[in-house]
């Protein structure tokens, strides 16, 4: 007998119908809070910033204006103005947040009735862009052009303009067009709320007057100032001053983006080279900001100050002007004609590093025209020849190859083995006896040379050869110049400094070391040189040169200045010398000028009251195919705080290898009247 089935329970899958409600309340719980957190913040907006924005919204967008102030004034050592501002009224374009090319072009057409602006500049884009603005114009264009693009499409106007610049000739616009495309282009160079000038030159009272009583025709066009730099004194120092870019240069292209991020317009005047360029960020000032708006409601224009704006701090230089003249003056009567390429000085502080001036002349020696080159001080590099002396004596002493007390050293011919012979200038065939002292007094080069050797392990004997010599002579010489400041960047204040150049050290050219011993193979400026006798002059520390002595501002409605910063001396390195060492050198250069024996090389600088001390150089060189020299000298006054370095290339006749202490002579004349007005010790 069958026994009755048990119906089976069925189980509920524990997974599903469960958990979905536990799922969706959680969400549900999320999107409420959401919600709760959106209707808090709308109420806040509705409510508690109501009147904000209703403020805002019945009233137009704020426009920000901006107002040049003038540019830092600068001036020389004794407070005379060097460089300063001229104001003129100009005419000025401040374009609105948002401004279409129709508008921009019938703003344009309308001041071009009472402006008149100079056209050289008009590009063909703008002339294109200005020519299709007007449809009747836009569509003689478009005839000539095959599967021409939509109206007032970007890919249309694109074409129109593309097939103008390349048919301009057929399409002309007059004189009064091309004034007006002018006067657009300019508007289209700004961006919103920026200022740009349209005209700067010249404004006719009457166009001041036109433009004034018809502003409101003319959005965004106003009656502004405008500076140029002035220069009172002259332009002894202009090359050094540098230069400043106009509104119609406009911007640096190099600089342009860099420059607009800094909150400068296209069309700013900004320094462009040296000083200007240096100090730009002291001299530009601060733009006066204003915040204008228009009550729609009232109609009623509304301006608020958020920036008052401050004019360009001044820079006082430490440069003499009269002395500057002076010493420009002096280069040009008595560098020598022939081949000589100019003539170059620079008289400095040796403790502080302030140059009293610093003057340079170059000459085209095809014409004899001269022109100013201060700045050939410091990117103009030349062989300098036996000035470097003191250093290479210096050098050889730290490096334990002579003493002060044992410097003894026969001057002989110099002849290596398949070479020409190098030789002193006093001694051509003979021995002579020489010290660390009287080895300057004579400005031998045998006596560096064979310290030279010395230091590269090697001892002279005639006929020898430099196979053995010790490459690391080359960086021992260097670097005993490098610490007087020869061969290295001297951080002047100034951009676009070289050091020169430094000649090949491989094997084959191991006899330029000989060369480089007496200042015959690497090459450097002149104000290296200033600084190589400031710090000889200063007892062993190098100081960076600079011609700014201060910055200072003026405060508003007040002629009182006010300083900000004096120049720093700055210290680069020192010499490390013991002061038996640096006596040799002094005695030395004291010899030069003061030595009682036939080979005193300075004694043209012994009448010179105050005294000085002094170490003179002449280097070979060839000038247009022709062999030539350059005349060189650095002297120092001893507690006297200057000192004066001069370099004169190319000069034809080696009887006048001298003129360098010829110069020397009236510049120190002119310093003691100029800048010291002392005349005896």
Known sequence: MQQPRRKRRRRRAPNSLTRIPVRLNALLGIVILILVILGVQLLNLQVRKADKFKAEVNSSAKSIEKENVQRGNIYDSTGKVMVDNKGSQAITYQKPKSITEAEMYKVANEVGKYLQVDTDQLADTNYAMYYIQDDKRAQKVGRHINNLASDGTDAQVRQLTQYLKQHKDDFPLTDAQKNNAMIYQKMGDAYALSTVYLKTNDVSAEEIANIGERQSKMPGVKVGLYYTREYPSGDAMASIIGAVSTSKSGLPESQVNSLLTKGYDRDDSVGTSYLEQYYESALRGTKRKVSVGTDNRTGKTSSKVIQPGQAGSDLTLTVNAKFQEDLQKILEEKIPGGLTEGGYAVMINPKTGALYGMAGVHRDNKTGK????????????????????????????????????????????????????????????????????????????????????????????????????????????????????????????????????????????????????????????????????????????????????????????????????????????????????????????????????????????????????????????????????????????????????????????????????????????????????????
Do not use: C
Not at 441 to 463: C, D, F, H, R, T
Not at 529 to 557: F, M, W
Not at 584 to 611: C, E
């Open 370 to 681: 001269m022109t100013s080159d201060a700045l050939g001080n410091i990117n103009r590099a030349q062989v300098v020849g036996s000035v470097v002396k003191p250093a290479m004596i210096t050098t050889a002493m730290m490096n334990n190859v002579i003493t002060p007390t044992n410097s003894a050293v026969n001057d002989v011919p110099i002849q290596i083995a398949g070479t020409a012979v190098k030789s002193s200038w006093f001694n051509q065939n003979g021995s002579v006896p020489l010290t660390a002292e009287t080895a300057l007094e004579a400005s031998s080069n045998s006596y560096v040379m064979q310290l030279m050797l010395k230091m590269g392990g090697l001892n002279y004997y005639p006929n020898m050869t430099l196979g053995n010599l010790d490459p690391s002579v080359w960086s021992k010489m260097r670097n005993g110049f490098a610490r007087f400041g020869l061969g290295v960047p001297t951080g002047i204040d100034l951009p676009g400094e070289v050091t020169g150049i430094k000649g090949k050290t491989d094997a084959a050219h191991s006899g330029n070391a000989l060369d480089e011993s007496f200042g015959q193979y690497d090459t450097f400026t002149p104000i290296q040189l200033a600084q190589y006798v400031a710090t000889i002059a200063n007892g062993g520390y190098r100081v960076q040169p600079h011609v700014v002595e201060s910055i200072s501002n003026r405060q508003k409605d007040s002629n009182v200045e006010h300083l900000q910063t004096t120049i720093p001396t700055k210290v680069l390195g020192t010499v490390g010398w013991t002061d038996a060492q640096r006596k040799v050198i002094y005695d030395g250069m004291d010899r030069v000028v003061h030595g009682s024996g036939s080979r005193v090389t300075g004694s043209q600088l012994k009448g010179i009251k105050p005294s000085v001390s002094a170490k003179t150089g002449t280097a070979e060189t060839f000038t247009d195919g022709q062999e030539t020299f350059s005349s060189t000298g650095v002297s120092f006054a001893k507690d006297r705080d200057v000192a004066l370095a001069i370099v004169v290339p190319g000069i034809s006749n080696k009887d006048q290898d001298s003129v360098a202490n010829t110069i020397s002579v009236a510049i120190w004349e002119a310093y003691w009247r100029d800048v010291a007005n002392a005349g005896t010790d």
